[in-house]
Nanobody, 117 residues
């Protein structure tokens, strides 16, 4: 059974950092890419994506230089390290398995990130 479980969300002030975790189980990790997405009132965005086989990454332009997606295949965990957070980063963040730039078939339950002073 495929499972993706996010954690690490919370309330932070602008400029602070937060690291989200996504623990994956039930499938061969290296056969897929893992993406981080966010859902806010304005819509859904693909924040970052990483190939679990070769580590190639891609990022949403507005988070480049602030967010880093990191894989730890041994722990079956994909992290989203978020620095210099802004109020506009406020959203529910999800991880999903699929293909970077393509289709994602399985999603986690999401974790809320709120950036506010």
């Amino acid at each position: 059974q495929v499972q993706l479980v996010e954690s690490g969300g919370g309330l932070v002030q602008p400029g602070e950092s937060l690291t989200l975790s996504c623990v994956a189980s039930g499938f061969t990790l290296e056969d897929y890419d893992i993406g981080w997405f966010r859902q806010a009132p304005g819509g859904e965005q693909t924040v970052a994506c990483i190939s679990m086989s070769d580590g190639v990454t891609s990022y949403l332009d507005s988070v480049k230089g602030r967010f880093t997606i990191i894989r730890d295949n041994a722990k079956r965990t994909i992290y989203l390290q978020m620095d210099s957070l802004k109020p506009e980063d406020t959203a529910v963040y999800y991880c999903a398995r699929g293909r970077c730039g393509g289709i994602y078939t399985d999603w986690g339950q999401g974790t809320q990130v709120t950036v506010s002073s």
